[in-house]
């Protein structure tokens, strides 16, 4: 392990000398010959991939060469361990593949951006489809072209772990989470007495815990697109790609993809369940991740064809012989992607699309805990889902939405929380697992992620209660189906967001001072940030001035408002205001367009003082952040998860569990 990372390293700093820079020409392609998958690449044995050959010729700028035109003769060698270097339509028994050409522009820095001047980049190719590997050990792929020149990629297949120690596999991620807002959400959901915490939140009690490395493959910041593709396929890949490597081609579908669990369960695991639930639209890129390969993460319709059907009928030139087509449950919310007319694949209506091929299908929580648990489920829930602060304590918020999941213009106000779903999609799978053969379920708490990107800290934070809420729940119920000791629980994150809590604020101060210098005085730092004021009953402050709105009993705050404030600052903000209170009026806008950029949105925060932005003025909200993020994992197989890892290594973990890999 140490001996593989320290290569590692030194493949990275390598490359970064020649790539480390704003606008790259082609991620992981640092040279004029690229390969996918790139340098430092591992496999799981058997795990299906596509190979994508890619030859450069810029026509102008720094890397001109032969005059822009690219040479067509070109091959590629594999070479497991000390073996002989074959040709990879011998080393794979295939055909060779037809050239491909295509060009594209891109800036080699900011000053080119600003004087309009792109480098045209020409581009000779080739794709082989639908490999694998199953031989454990170490490859290289050696491109040759220009005559002479190479480029090598290292490969590694893992050693296979073909036992199976989980039966069932159930992943909670929560966009964006990060131990400071886990800390955070502590302070505001349970007691202290004396600074000795009087019950925990689920994750500090779960049995192992580990840190993930997010980066993407060619920057060190993720989006939630690549970093899915991390976590489900082993590896890593660019911001808005999922489940394929990001090839330079206009077609954001042919490029180079990777098999994902949720399609290696299916094949390996006949008769096992899959379950895709997420409080976000259901074609977001965390659940979409699971099922689709496209380089760009904002083609819904093909990612929800590619739930009902799979890559294979998205475009059949590409084969592609594996899929998580039609899930067994996929819950969350998105109904754009299914009404017609609207944003649905061909406007079609794709709850009837569902239905036909056997699905049932709910539109509220009603109707969900109603379902039966033997078919196929589909439940979409509102067009916007509403977060659960809006759900649980400010519940006229969720009036004059619009956003009914059969978009009929009424309002969504039976929406299931991240629980409900949860607990039902397990029932599910539960009663549709065949031979033995368990299930998987991915559950996603998104919103800690939209709302942190906004600045809506009680929200995100709410958002991160209900999935602690839910992971308790979840534990407690496959206790009592006796499924708890074959299931392997794993919580993690994507990426981080700068947010930490760095003292209390006197709200009531802030607010009626007049001077920003002075409303910061209302700061409390140290000794005077004071206690929490969100697990303290109402009538017991000293002032009772505070909103009070029903305890949600254990694990949540008391109340959501008190005058006595945690104060919160964010790594990556717009121009905007803070004045630590609850934003009542439903989730917050920080930032507004204005002919200068971003500035601070005028209704947002009135009382409070401004705080100047830290990113481009042409951002409106936050953005994620460096930090590593926590794993948590209880259950069969679940002491691998211990220790500092890359976010790839999940998917390994993982798999190896369920005993995925082809002996
Ligand atoms: C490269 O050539 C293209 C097309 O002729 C031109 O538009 C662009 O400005 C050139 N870029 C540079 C950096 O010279
Ligand atoms: C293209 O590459 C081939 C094979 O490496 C070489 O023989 C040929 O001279 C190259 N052609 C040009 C125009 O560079
Ligand atoms: C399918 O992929 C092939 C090869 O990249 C491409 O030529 C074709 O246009 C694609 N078809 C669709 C419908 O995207
Ligand atoms: C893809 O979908 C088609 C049409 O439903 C089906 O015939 C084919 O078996 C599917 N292939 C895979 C790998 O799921
Ligand atoms: C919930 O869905 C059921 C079944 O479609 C429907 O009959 C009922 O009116 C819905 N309830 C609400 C509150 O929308
Ligand atoms: C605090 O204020 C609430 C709302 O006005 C009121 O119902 C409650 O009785 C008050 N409690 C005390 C102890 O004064
Ligand atoms: C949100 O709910 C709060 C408390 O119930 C209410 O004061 C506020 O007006 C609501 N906002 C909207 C936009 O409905
Ligand atoms: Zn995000």
Same mark, same amino acid.
């Not at 994508?52 to 060469?65: D, F, M, Q, V």
């Not at 067509?72 to 011998?90: H, M, P």
């Not at 400071?180 to 349970?190: G, S």
């Given at each position: 392990?140490?001996?593989?990372t320290?290569?590692y390293l030194?493949?990275l700093?390598?490359?970064?000398?020649?790539?480390?820079?704003?606008?790259?020409?082609?991620?992981?392609?640092?040279?004029?010959?690229?390969?996918?998958?790139?340098?430092?690449?591992?496999?799981?044995?058997?795990?299906?991939?596509?190979?994508?050959?890619?030859?450069?010729?810029?026509?102008?700028?720094?890397?001109?060469?032969?005059?822009?035109?690219?040479?067509?003769?070109?091959?590629?060698?594999?070479?497991?361990?000390?073996?002989?270097?074959?040709?990879?339509?011998?080393?794979?028994?295939?055909?060779?593949?037809?050239?491909?050409?295509?060009?594209?522009?891109?800036?080699?820095?900011?000053?080119?951006?600003?004087?309009?001047?792109?480098?045209?980049?020409?581009?000779?190719?080739?794709?082989?489809?639908?490999?694998?590997?199953?031989?454990?050990?170490?490859?290289?792929?050696?491109?040759?072209?220009?005559?002479?020149?190479?480029?090598?990629?290292?490969?590694?297949?893992?050693?296979?772990?073909?036992?199976?120690?989980?039966?069932?596999?159930?992943?909670?991620i929560g966009d964006g989470m990060t131990q400071p807002m886990i800390t955070?959400?502590?302070?505001?959901?349970?007691?202290?007495?004396?600074?000795?915490? /009087?019950?925990?939140?689920?994750m500090?009690?779960m049995?192992n815990l580990g840190h993930q490395m997010t980066h993407s493959v060619?920057s060190f910041i993720t989006d939630s697109?690549n970093s899915a593709?991390a976590l489900?396929?082993?590896?890593k890949?660019?911001?808005?790609?999922?489940?394929?490597?990001?090839?330079?081609?206009?077609?954001?579908?042919?490029?180079?993809?990777?098999?994902?669990?949720?399609?290696?369960?299916?094949?390996?695991?006949?008769?096992?369940?899959?379950?895709?639930?997420?409080?976000?639209?259901?074609?977001?890129?965390?659940?979409?991740?699971?099922?689709?390969?496209?380089?760009?993460?904002?083609?819904?319709?093909?990612?929800?064809?590619?739930?009902?059907?799979?890559?294979?009928?998205?475009?059949?030139?590409?084969?592609?012989?594996?899929?998580?087509?039609?899930?067994?449950?996929?819950?969350?919310?998105?109904?754009?992607?299914?009404?017609?007319?609207?944003?649905?694949?061909?406007?079609?209506?794709?709850?009837?699309?569902? /239905?036909?091929?056997?699905?049932?299908?709910?539109?509220?929580?009603?109707?969900?805990?109603?379902?039966?648990?033997?078919?196929?489920?589909?439940?979409?829930?509102?067009?916007?889902?509403?977060?659960?602060?809006?759900?649980?304590?400010?519940?006229?918020?969720?009036?004059?939405?619009?956003?009914?999941?059969?978009?009929?213009?009424?309002?969504?106000?039976?929406?299931?929380?991240?629980?409900?779903?949860?607990?039902?999609?397990?029932?599910?799978?539960?009663?549709?697992?065949?031979?033995?053969?368990?299930?998987?379920?991915?559950?996603?708490?998104?919103?800690i992620d939209?709302?942190m990107?906004?600045?809506?800290?009680?929200?995100?934070?709410?958002?991160?209660?209900?999935?602690?809420?839910?992971?308790?729940?979840?534990?407690?119920?496959?206790?009592?189906?006796?499924?708890?000791?074959?299931?392997?629980?794993v919580v993690t994150a994507d990426h981080g967001h700068g947010f930490d809590?760095?003292?209390?604020?006197?709200?009531?101060?802030?607010?009626?001072?007049?001077?920003?210098?002075?409303?910061?005085?209302?700061?409390?730092?140290?000794?005077?940030?004071?206690?929490?004021?969100?697990?303290?009953?109402?009538?017991?402050?000293?002032?009772?001035?505070?909103?009070?709105?029903?305890?949600?009993?254990?694990?949540?705050?008391?109340?959501?408002?008190?005058?006595?404030?945690?104060?919160?600052?964010?790594g990556a903000?717009?121009?905007?205001?803070?004045?630590?209170?609850?934003?009542?009026?439903?989730?917050?806008?920080?930032?507004?367009?204005?002919?200068?950029?971003?500035?601070?949105?005028?209704?947002?925060?009135?009382?409070?003082?401004?705080?100047?932005?830290?990113?481009?003025?042409?951002?409106?909200?936050?953005?994620h952040s460096l930090q590593d993020v926590s794993v948590f994992a209880?259950?069969?197989?679940?002491?691998?998860f211990r220790g500092v890892y890359s976010s790839v290594d999940i998917f390994?973990k993982?798999?190896?569990?369920?005993?995925?890999?082809?002996?």
């Amino acid at each position: 392990m140490s001996i593989r990372t320290s290569v590692y390293l030194v493949g990275l700093i390598g490359a970064s000398l020649v790539s480390a820079q704003t606008f790259q020409r082609l991620g992981t392609c640092p040279t004029l010959g690229c390969i996918f998958p790139p340098d430092q690449t591992d496999f799981l044995a058997g795990q299906l991939f596509d190979i994508r050959l890619e030859i450069h010729a810029p026509l102008n700028g720094t890397e001109a060469s032969n005059n822009g035109v690219p040479n067509e003769t070109f091959s590629l060698c594999i070479q497991r361990g000390k073996e002989a270097c074959s040709d990879v339509t011998k080393y794979f028994k295939i055909s060779n593949s037809a050239l491909e050409k295509w060009s594209f522009s891109y800036y080699e820095d900011l000053f080119a951006k600003d004087s309009g001047t792109p480098v045209v980049v020409n581009v000779a190719s080739k794709a082989y489809r639908a490999l694998s590997l199953t031989k454990p050990g170490t490859y290289t792929a050696k491109l040759t072209y220009n005559g002479g020149t190479t480029t090598v990629a290292n490969w590694l297949v893992r050693e296979p772990v073909t036992s199976r120690r989980a039966k069932n596999v159930l992943l909670f991620i929560g966009d964006g989470m990060t131990q400071p807002m886990i800390t955070a959400a502590r302070l505001i959901a349970h007691k202290s007495i004396n600074g000795k915490y /009087q019950s925990l939140m689920q994750m500090d009690q779960m049995d192992n815990l580990g840190h993930q490395m997010t980066h993407s493959v060619d920057s060190f910041i993720t989006d939630s697109a690549n970093s899915a593709t991390a976590l489900y396929t082993g590896k890593k890949s660019s911001v808005n790609a999922l489940g394929v490597y990001a090839d330079s081609s206009k077609n954001s579908l042919d490029d180079p993809k990777v098999e994902t669990l949720a399609e290696l369960f299916r094949r390996r695991r006949d008769g096992g369940a899959l379950g895709i639930v997420s409080t976000a639209f259901i074609a977001d890129a965390t659940p979409a991740a699971l099922c689709s390969h496209t380089r760009d993460r904002s083609q819904y319709a093909s990612i929800v064809t590619e739930f009902l059907n799979n890559a294979t009928t998205v475009n059949s030139t590409l084969a592609w012989p594996t899929s998580c087509q039609m899930p067994d449950v996929l819950f969350g919310g998105g109904a754009e992607q299914f009404i017609a007319g609207s944003g649905s694949p061909g406007g079609a209506d794709y709850y009837k699309a569902f /239905q036909a091929k056997g699905y049932t299908v709910v539109n509220n929580n009603t109707a969900l805990q109603a379902a039966g648990t033997k078919a196929k489920t589909l439940g979409i829930f509102s067009s916007k889902p509403a977060k659960w602060i809006d759900r649980h304590v400010l519940r006229d918020n969720l009036s004059g939405l619009k956003n009914s999941p059969i978009g009929d213009g009424s309002d969504a106000t039976d929406q299931p929380g991240l629980k409900d779903m949860t607990l039902k999609a397990i029932d599910i799978l539960q009663a549709r697992t065949k031979n033995g053969q368990g299930w998987f379920m991915m559950s996603e708490a998104a919103s800690i992620d939209k709302m942190m990107h906004v600045l809506d800290y009680d929200r995100a934070l709410g958002e991160l209660l209900e999935l602690d809420d839910t992971i308790r729940a979840s534990i407690a119920h496959l206790k009592a189906i006796g499924e708890y000791e074959n299931t392997l629980i794993v919580v993690t994150a994507d990426h981080g967001h700068g947010f930490d809590v760095f003292g209390g604020a006197d709200t009531k101060y802030l607010a009626a001072q007049t001077d920003d210098r002075k409303k910061r005085g209302a700061v409390g730092t140290y000794a005077a940030s004071g206690l929490s004021g969100y697990t303290v009953a109402e009538g017991s402050l000293p002032n009772n001035n505070t909103i009070v709105y029903g305890s949600e009993g254990p694990n949540f705050p008391v109340q959501w408002n008190p005058r006595y404030a945690f104060a919160a600052g964010f790594g990556a903000n717009p121009d905007h205001r803070e004045s630590y209170t609850l934003n009542t009026k439903g989730p917050r806008v920080p930032a507004v367009s204005s002919s200068s950029g971003y500035v601070v949105n005028p209704t947002d925060n009135t009382d409070g003082f401004n705080v100047p932005g830290t990113i481009g003025v042409d951002e409106a909200q936050g953005v994620h952040s460096l930090q590593d993020v926590s794993v948590f994992a209880n259950g069969p197989g679940s002491e691998a998860f211990r220790g500092v890892y890359s976010s790839v290594d999940i998917f390994f973990k993982i798999a190896d569990a369920l005993g995925l890999a082809e002996a």
